[in-house]
């Protein structure tokens, strides 16, 4: 259990570097965005942060999704997938973008601040 863990947590680190450089590629509008690598890395490393995080889930049985600190991760990371969305690919201008960026780097903080400290409220 102890290696799923620390590859879910060196994948959490690796996506959100990955997004916080796309975001500032995105500031840029750097051709770089639309490199076939830079657009596929993402992917592998994002299915690899939720099959550990399922991986662990499990272990701990249904009885995990009662735990208040995990149910706050899991609705921050919707939102923090949704404004991803909005950030990189659907906002229509580029402020919307970076609005929508700044606020996903927020959320991400939060998760990783409810991660380490298992309570929903840590961060505030």
Known sequence: MESIKWLHVACALLSGSGFFTRGI?????SAWLQVRMVK?????????LLVSAIVLAS??????????????????LL??????MVALRL???????????LA????????????????PLAFF
Do not use: C
Request: aromatic content about 12%; charged content about 15%.
């Open 25 to 29: 590629l995105m500031m840029r509008e």
């Open 104 to 119: 996903a780097m927020f959320v991400f903080v939060y998760i990783v601040s409810v991660a380490v400290n298992k309570n």
């Open 91 to 101: 906002g229509r201008s580029k402020r919307v973008r970076v609005v929508a960026w």
């Open 79 to 84: 939102v923090y997938i949704g404004l991803g």
């Open 40 to 48: 596929i890395i993402p992917h592998v490393v994002d299915t690899l």
């Open 59 to 76: 272990q701990w049985g249904w009885a995990a999704l009662q735990e208040p600190w995990l149910l706050a991760k899991i609705v921050a």
